[in-house]
C-alpha cells in the first residue's frame, strides 16, 4: 500500500493541527481525570472535553505559531 505525501505547502497548516489534536488531547484527558477521577462518567464526558479544547487551541495555534518561530528564531542560532 503507498501513501501519497501531501506538498510542503500544507506543513504551515499541519504542524498547528497535529499538535493540538494531540496535546488538547492529553490536556484535557488529564484536566478530566484529576477534577473527576477515572469513573464511566469521565469516560463518557472525555471526547466533548476535548472537541472543545481543540476548538479552541487549533485556531490559537494558527495564529501565534508565527510570533513562537520568529521567538525561537531570536533564541537559536542559525544554521550554518
Known sequence: MSFRKLPRRYAALLTPLLLSLLMTCVVS??????????????LTLWPSAWAL???????VLLVVM??????????VEPAS
Open 29 to 42: 484527558a488529564i484536566s478530566l481525570l484529576r477534577s473527576r477521577g477515572l469513573d464511566a462518567t469521565a
Open 53 to 59: 479544547s481543540w476548538a479552541v487551541a487549533f485556531p
Open 66 to 75: 508565527p510570533l513562537v518561530r520568529r521567538i525561537v528564531g531570536w533564541l
